[in-house]
């Protein structure tokens, strides 16, 4: 399968797209107004500490106190130690309320909740992803080859210091890499953690001590692989920072990097824009003339697959499984596209034979394995549902992208003119009885004004003849339609 990425840059705003064999599966954006916080180092300091909930919040001068939970906290009794199965029972025994600590970004702050951290430092590199508060050598589990990973591992520990208290994992990038390769990503981390400890005893709290690289370069480090042909850049100074970096750290990537002299830019060449606006939408259409509808919330997002136009050639069993079949594929794309997390419902078609069941399911793990981002399928609830979660720690394509919508605030909809006449009717009989005499004006939108004087004028008489004065409407296009006001003259 052959991948290309695209990298779009402005000073403004940098996005890159994942194209695989010409079709757009993942989107990348980073705004200079609003970089993203993920892998960011800052010097802290614990305002609150929450023994009920296992937590504590720490400042680390965003506008919300970030969230740091005892599993994320290196206990001092136990330096050196991998954090699964060393959690402490009590956070009083790792930290107080006031402590300065050294904390790493693992969750950008989504909707109202802010940061999420972690004190178990991880520095990535190429190859190598460096754990000063680990240990061992851990190699990456897309790497398949028992013959490679073994290699790989022993490499890494022939080069690990007998008496250092950090560990390593080995990335899925350093397949096949040499070993003088590897070693040299050693030397990087170790200097680059010296360097970021000392920093950080300077740095005074509530400020940053280390930013991760920007996204045309986190793209070079993090996505490049075997299987990438081409880079293509659209921006001339960015494109020297990718050549300027690959020399020095990736030198066999420099032959993939190359820059679009078209004078539109990349995701326009590439169709890319087009797939954004559709990955706003709710639904979602397939080739079969199925179709399949998005709905995210902030508890969930829901995903519904239907026929649609789609009357298979067989039989009605046939039909909803191919249908099943399509949907699964492009389901695991819109979750990369869209970037969903958290917990995600899937409602496929009710399929009668278990061992459709089964493909079905089998094919949306085939779809989601090339995700990068962890992504888990329980089994299918006695409902039929199949219920899955997609680890979230940045905001969704929407969520970048869009606002809630001023007129519904967020909900998807809004008052019929039927509705807001009727409460329109509601607040003329409150206002009667303290206008005394004083004549009424309704100023709302035409569609509402326009019911008003159609099929609700009879009861608009009834309620002037009531009030004993002439109820004037006013149109106001620059209202929505729930919107209005009754005011006295």
Known sequence: MSTEILINASLQESRAAV????????????????????????????????????????????????????SDIVDPKRVGALADGERSDNIRNLIVEGNEVLVQVVKDPLGTKGARLTTYITLPSRYLVYMPHG???????RVENEVER???????????????????????????????????????????????????????PGNLVHADLPLH??????????????????QQGVYREMQEFATSFMPEALPCIELVTDDRPVFELYQVEQELHKALERKVSLKSGGYVIIDQTEAM????????????????????????????????????????????????????????????????????????????????????????????????????LCRACPSCDGRGFVKTAETVCYEIFREILRQTRVAKGRQLRVLAHPDVVERLLDEASAALNELEALSGQPIKLQPESLYSVDQYDVVLM
């Not at 970089?35 to 919300?64: D, H």
């Open 19 to 70: 194209v695989e064999s010409g079709v757009v599966q993942e989107v990348l954006i980073e705004r200079a107004s609003r970089r993203g916080l993920i892998s960011n180092i800052y010097k802290g300091r614990v305002s609150r500490v929450l023994p009920g909930m296992q937590a504590a919040f720490i400042e680390i001068g965003l506008e919300r106190t970030a969230f740091l939970h005892a």
């Open 135 to 141: 240990t061992g050598v851990g190699v990456s589990a």
């Open 150 to 204: 073994e290699r790989l591992r022993s490499v890494v520990q022939g080069f690990t210091n007998a008496d250092e208290s950090a560990g390593f994992i080995v990335r899925t990038a350093a397949e096949d890499a040499l070993p003088a390769a590897l070693q040299a990503d050693m030397v990087y981390l170790r200097k680059l953690w010296e360097f970021i400890r000392q920093k950080g005893l300077r740095t005074q």
């Open 217 to 234: 370069l986190r793209v070079l480090r993090d996505l490049l692989g075997p299987d990438v042909a081409r880079v293509l850049v659209d």
């Open 301 to 400: 997002t829901t995903i519904d697959v239907n026929t649609g136009a789609f009357v298979g050639h067989r039989n009605l069993e046939e039909t909803i499984f191919l249908t099943n079949l399509e949907a699964a594929a492009t389901i695991a794309r819109q979750l990369r596209l869209r970037n969903l997390g958290g917990i995600i419902i899937i409602d496929f078609i009710d399929m009668e034979e278990s061992q459709h069941r089964q493909q079905v399911i089998q094919a949306l793990e085939r779809a989601l394995s090339r995700d990068h981002v962890k992504t888990n399928i329980s089994s299918v609830s006695p409902l039929g549902l199949v219920e899955m979660t997609r680890k979230r720690t940045r905001e969704s394509l929407e969520h970048v």
